[in-house]
């Protein structure tokens, strides 16, 4: 090129509409996402874990954690809940339990797993899952925690949905009925009998959803891909 003589612009052969593209790379799962956001960020961004299961939690769950402090003892309670963190403990006896801080979209919680639950749910007990959780509330100087007695994965959570029509709802014989086939698919003991029943009452859209207490949950084997 010459200073001071006309200039001739010329377009690369290679310009930006020819340049190299990366490939598509499908995006993380969503809750992958959240975990490495929370890892590397210390919080979220995208979402919360919970709340893809928030309109499922109001039929499963009747606690959330906000409300823990005005439940009462001695009661079993339900919750569905992030495990925002897991410290293992090894008792002097030498067996395993955990101290679990809670976490849903009210509020926070600590929670332990002492040694004959961790035994059957140790498995589940890790960071960032989402679980389902069974036990009772604790009082211990000016505190109250969650004692953890059951709990499993979110995604194995199941329910049993009864329909009935509104004539028959208030009838003592059949409400009799209905208790005496729940009660004969609680298994050997009614106290690990985790799946919930809800009672469809109408039909359309004058229907309304009643979830039975624990006392009425039943207990389903698991199909071999679920265990």
Do not use: C
């Not at 939690?57 to 339900?78: C, F, G």
């Not at 002097?92 to 919680?109: C, F, H, N, P, Y």
């Not at 989402?130 to 009082?139: A, E, F, P, Q, T």
């Not at 194995?156 to 009660?183: F, K, S, T, Y």
């Amino acid at each position: 090129m010459m200073l001071g003589g006309d200039a001739q612009s010329t377009t690369p052969a290679n310009g930006y509409e020819t340049a190299p593209k990366a490939p598509a790379v499908a995006d993380f799962d969503p809750q992958e996402k959240l975990r490495q956001e929370k890892e590397i960020l210390g919080f979220y961004i995208s979402d919360h874990p919970l709340k893809a299961v928030q309109r499922s939690a109001r039929i499963l769950a009747p606690i959330n954690l906000a409300e823990l402090h005005e439940q009462p003892d001695n009661v079993t309670l339900s919750a569905i809940v992030l495990l925002a963190g897991v410290k293992p403990v090894v008792t002097k006896k030498g067996d395993r339990m955990a101290i679990v801080q809670l976490e849903d979209l009210t509020g926070q919680s600590e929670a332990v797993v002492f040694p004959k639950s961790f035994e059957r749910i140790g498995q589940h007990i890790i960071a960032d899952r989402r679980l389902m959780i069974w036990g009772k509330v604790d009082r211990r100087d000016d505190r109250v925690q969650f004692i953890i007695d059951d709990a499993e994965p979110i995604e194995d959570v199941r329910m049993v949905m009864v329909e009935l029509d509104p004539r028959l709802a208030g009838d003592i014989e059949q409400q009799h009925r209905l208790r005496n086939v729940i009660r004969s698919n609680q298994g050997d003991d009614p106290k690990y009998a985790r799946v919930p029943v809800i009672a469809v009452i109408g039909a359309n859209q004058q229907r309304q959803f009643v979830r039975l207490g624990l006392s009425f949950a039943l207990r389903i084997p698991k199909p071999p891909s679920m265990r």
